[in-house]
T-cell receptor, first 111, second 114 residues
Framework: DAKTTQPPSMDCAEGRAANLPCNHS???????VYWYRQIHSQGPQYIIH???NNETNEMASLIITEDRKSSTLILPHATLRDTAVYYC????????????FGDGTTLTVKP | GAVVSQHPSRVICKSGTSVKIECRSL??????MFWYRQFPKQSLMLMAT?????????EQGVEKDKFLINHASLTLSTLTVTSAHPEDSSFYIC??????????FGQGTRLTVV
């Protein structure tokens, strides 16, 4: 699986959009970008994933650059409950779940 | 998303005893399940991958005789920590997926060996 690079921490004001970047410059053509988050002392929660098109669901939007070397997870209206560690993972769909978790980005939403 | 249930959420055991952790997929058939371990302030580390009806595949450095994994059905996998010692104290997390889909995680089990 390709390696990903994320900033170690970010702050966001409550009610504003949180934009979390991820660099995956060595991504292969058949690898997807998956996003998970982990709230303290809980198991990771699946957020969204995509191959090359932008994706949106009830939790977030995923924007993948045209060259697929980076992506951005967007939480449109961050709340205090969105404070968590966010992990960006690149994997083929046959290996989905067999993932190398990096250190992720600790997002702190502030009132 | 799909639901993965892990039980127990917390367990304290005496050194030298064995502990079993269950991971169940509640609303889908999990062809593959994964077990992770997480130490405080660290990221998740994959321990093993199990496919239903097959022997688990362990990551390098993980003792298969110490961490027994059984995936006997499409909805249940178990992790047994045998002869537990204080250094086995950790947060154990399972995840599960159907073929070619994203994986969903359980809520984790906090194991404390005293």
């Amino acid at each position: 699986d390709a390696k990903t690079t994320q900033p170690p921490s970010m702050d966001c004001a409550e009610g504003r959009a949180a934009n979390l970047p991820c660099n995956h410059s060595t991504i292969s053509g058949n690898e997807y970008v998956y996003w998970y988050r982990q709230i303290h002392s809980q198991g990771p929660q699946y957020i969204i994933h995509g191959l090359k098109n932008n994706e949106t669901n009830e939790m977030a939007s995923l924007i993948i650059t045209e060259d697929r070397k980076s992506s951005t997870l967007i939480l449109p209206h961050a709340t205090l409950r969105d404070t968590a560690v966010y992990y960006c993972i690149v994997s083929t769909n046959t290996n989905a779940g067999k993932s190398t978790f990096g250190d992720g980005t600790t997002l702190t939403v502030k009132p | 998303g799909a639901v993965v249930s892990q039980h127990p959420s917390r367990v304290i055991c005496k050194s030298g005893t064995s502990v079993k952790i269950e991971c169940r997929s509640l609303d889908f058939q999990a062809t593959t399940m994964f077990w992770y371990r997480q130490f405080p302030k660290q990221s998740l580390m994959l321990m093993a991958t199990s496919n239903e009806g097959s022997k688990a595949t362990y990551e390098q450095g993980v003792e298969k005789d110490k961490f027994l994994i059984n995936h006997a059905s499409l909805t249940l996998s178990t992790l047994t920590v045998t002869s537990a010692h204080p250094e086995d104290s950790s947060f154990y997390i399972c995840s599960a997926r159907e073929r070619y889909t994203e994986a969903f995680f359980g809520q984790g089990t906090r194991l404390t060996v005293v």
